[in-house]
C-alpha cells in the first residue's frame, strides 16, 4: 500500500494532544518506504454531544468503515452524564466494528520504575474480549429513584463469542516463546459464563497443543500481578475482568502514561481501533502534561495490524530508547516535546 | 454474657488448621473474663459433599442459628466441581444469613514488607455489599456444550441492598478519623446498577454530612491500590468488585496469609461468619504451613461485633506485635507455633 486511510477520532480532553504525537510517529515511521497517511477526522464526543446531541450516527460509522484504521485518543468528559459517550460513542466503536479482541500488551521498560519493589521482568499481553461480557447494555432498571428500584446488568457470554476470542488468544501465544496462557475468570461464582470459558479454553487448547495452560480466579490474578507478574504470558479474559486487570498491568509497569491498546477486528470486516488506555483527563486537558507515548505504543500495535512488521518494530524500539533516556535525564518535557523526540527517533 | 456459643466451620485443606489457632486466641481473649467458649463443629464441605451430596441442610442452618456467631476457616476443593461448595455452602451462608455487611480491613503492620515500593501508610477498611450483585446466582445457560450455547450472569442491585450496606459504610466512616468513603464501581458501563449506587451515596451523605465522598471506577481503584493506597479510608462496593479488590489489597498489605474479614448481619437477625479471606489452599494442607494470622485477626472482628472491644483490641495488638517480630526474627515457626505465640501474647 502506497497509501493508508486513517479515521482520526480525537475525542476529548487530553485527546487531540496525545493523537497529535502518535500521527507524527505514523508519519515518520512510514516516510521511507512512501507510503502516505491520509487522515480524515471525526468530530465525535463531548462537543458534538452538546451541540448536537448525537454520538455516532449510522452516517458517522459509515464513513469510519471506509477507513484502513481508527486511531482514537480519549472519550469522555464530566460536563456529559456519565455513559452516554462511553457506551453511545467508545463501546458502540467497538461493538459495532466487531472488535472481538482487545489487545493490551503490558511491558515494563528499562528506564522505567515500578511502583513494585521487585517487580522482575514484565512482559506479557492480555487479549480482553471487546464484544460481550457485562458490556452488552444488557439489563435495566425499574421503579427508579423509589425504595423499591431494581437494577440489573447481564453479563452475555456465547460460545460464538467466546470461542474466537480464545482461538485468537491461543494463536499469539503459540508466537511467543513462553507460550502460556492464562484464562482469568470467576469460575465458582460465576458458574455458568465461568465454566463456557473453561470448557472453550480446554477445546482449543487441542488445536494448540505446544501452548501450556492455567486458571486463575480474578481475584487471585489481582494477587499475582502485585506479587509475580512474571509468571504471566497471555492472559484471556472477559471485557470487565480484562478493563480491570490492564489498568492493574498498566500501574505496576509505570502508569497508563505507557500502556497501548488495539481493538482489533481480526476477521477484517471491519477496521481496527488504536488507543491509549487511559482516559480524557481533563484536570490536565491543554496543560502539555499528558504523556503522548500510550498513544504512540498505540501506532506501533496499528502498524503491526496493517503488516508493516518493521515500521511497528521501530516505533517499539524508538520509545524503549526514548523511555530509557527518561530515567537519565532531569528534564521535563512537554507532550508535544516527548512526541518530537520519539517522532525523530524513528526517522532516525 | 458468660458464655459464647460458636459454630464452627472448618471446611477444607488449612481450614481447619487455622480455625484451631484462631479458636486459641479467642479462648485466651476472654480468659480474664471468665467467659466461656462452647464450640459446635459443623461438618460441612468436601468431606460431607463427597459422603452424603450435602453443601447444606436446612436443618443445618437451622443448628447454625442458634449460635452467637460463626467461625470459618475455607471452602473448596479441586476434588468438588467448582462452585458447588462455593454457591451451595458458603455464599448460602452469607446469603441465608442476611450477611449484607462484608467487612475486610486492610492495614500494612509495622514489620510486614509490602511488595510496592513506597507504600506509604496503608489503613483502610473494604465494606463489600455480601448479598447482591453478581453473586445472586442470577442466569442461566443454554444449549451447553454446542457452538449455539449462551450463558449470562445476571447482577442483581436493589435500592434495598445498596441503601443498607451504604449507610453501614457512612456509619464506619464517620466513626474513623479521616471520615472519607470512596464509591467503587463502573458506572460509565454498568450504568443502571451504578447509577444506584452513585446515588444512593448521595442521598445517605445527607445524613452523615461530616463524612467526605470520592468516586472510582473499579479499574482506577487497582491503579490507586498500586500507587497511592493511602488515600483510601473506607471504600463501598458491589460484591464482586470487592472479591477483586481486598486480595488486591491483601497483596499489598503482605498477602492473604494477614487478611481477615467479617460477614456481618448488622441486624442481627441472624449470626455473622468471621472467616480469613484466603482459601483452602489444599496444596498446603496438613504440611503446617499456613499461617494462622487471617483467621486470628477475624477472631478479633468477631469479639468486637459481639461488643467485645477490649478483647478484640488484645488480640489485634497481639497481632501486631508478633507481626513486628517475625520482621527482626529468622527463624520459621509452623501454624501451631504463630498460633501458640499469639495466644500467649494475648494472655499477656
Ligand atoms: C472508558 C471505558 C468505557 C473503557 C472501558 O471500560 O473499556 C476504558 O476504561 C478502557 O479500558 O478502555
Ligand atoms: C471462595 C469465593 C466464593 C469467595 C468469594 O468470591 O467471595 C472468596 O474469594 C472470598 O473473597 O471470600
Redesign the interface.
Known amino acids: 500500500d502506497q497509501q493508508i486511510d486513517l479515521a482520526v477520532v480525537a475525542g476529548d480532553g487530553i485527546g487531540g494532544e496525545v493523537v497529535e504525537q502518535g500521527l507524527r510517529a505514523l508519519e515518520a515511521a512510514l516516510a521511507p518506504s512512501g507510503t502516505k497517511v491520509v487522515t480524515t477526522e471525526f468530530d465525535l464526543g463531548a462537543r458534538r454531544w452538546h451541540a448536537t446531541g448525537e454520538t455516532l450516527t449510522d452516517e458517522d460509522l459509515e464513513r469510519i468503515r471506509q477507513h484502513d484504521a481508527i486511531l482514537l485518543g480519549a472519550i ?1 468528559d464530566p460536563s456529559v452524564p ?2 452516554v459517550l ?2 453511545g460513542l467508545l ?1 458502540k466503536l467497538r461493538f459495532t466494528l466487531d472488535h472481538y479482541v482487545n489487545l493490551r500488551p503490558s511491558r515494563l521498560f528499562e528506564g522505567v ?6 517487580p522482575g521482568e514484565i512482559d506479557f499481553v492480555v487479549v480482553r474480549e471487546g464484544t460481550e461480557g ?2 452488552t447494555g ?4 425499574l ?18 463469542g467466546v ?1 474466537r476470542v480464545v482461538r485468537d488468544a491461543f494463536a499469539r501465544a503459540a508466537q511467543r516463546e513462553r507460550k502460556h496462557l492464562t484464562l482469568v475468570h ?11 470459558w ?2 472453550t479454553v480446554e477445546a482449543v487448547n487441542a488445536e494448540f497443543p505446544e501452548v501450556t495452560t492455567d486458571y486463575l480466579h ?3 490474578a ?2 499475582f ?3 509475580n507478574p512474571s509468571r504471566f504470558d497471555v492472559i484471556v479474559t472477559d471485557n ?1 475482568f480484562g ?6 498491568a ?3 509497569t509505570g ?2 502514561g505507557l500502556a497501548a491498546s488495539a481493538n482489533i477486528n481480526p476477521d477484517r470486516t471491519a477496521p481496527s481501533m488504536f488507543e491509549p488506555v487511559h482516559g480524557s483527563a481533563p484536570d490536565i486537558a491543554g496543560t502539555g502534561k499528558a504523556d503522548p507515548t500510550a498513544t504512540i505504543l498505540s501506532v506501533g500495535l496499528l502498524l503491526d495490524h496493517l503488516g508493516r512488521a518493521d515500521e511497528a518494530a521501530a516505533v517499539q524500539a524508538a520509545v524503549a530508547a526514548d523511555i530509557a533516556e527518561r530515567a537519565t535525564s532531569s528534564s521535563v518535557r512537554n507532550t508535544a516535546q516527548i512526541g518530537a523526540d520519539i517522532a525523530a527517533r524513528v526517522a532516525g
Open positions: 469522555g456519565s455513559g462511553e457506551r463501546l520504575t515500578s511502583p513494585l519493589a521487585d457485562p458490556y444488557n439489563g435495566g432498571a421503579r427508579v429513584g423509589t425504595p423499591a428500584e431494581v437494577a440489573t446488568e447481564v453479563s452475555v457470554n456465547t460460545a460464538f470461542e470467576k469460575h465458582n461464582v460465576l458458574v455458568h459464563a465461568g465454566h463456557l473453561r470448557r480474578v481475584d487471585a489481582t494477587i500481578l502485585t506479587t470487565l478493563d480491570i486487570l490492564t489498568d492493574q498498566a500501574a505496576i502508569g497508563i
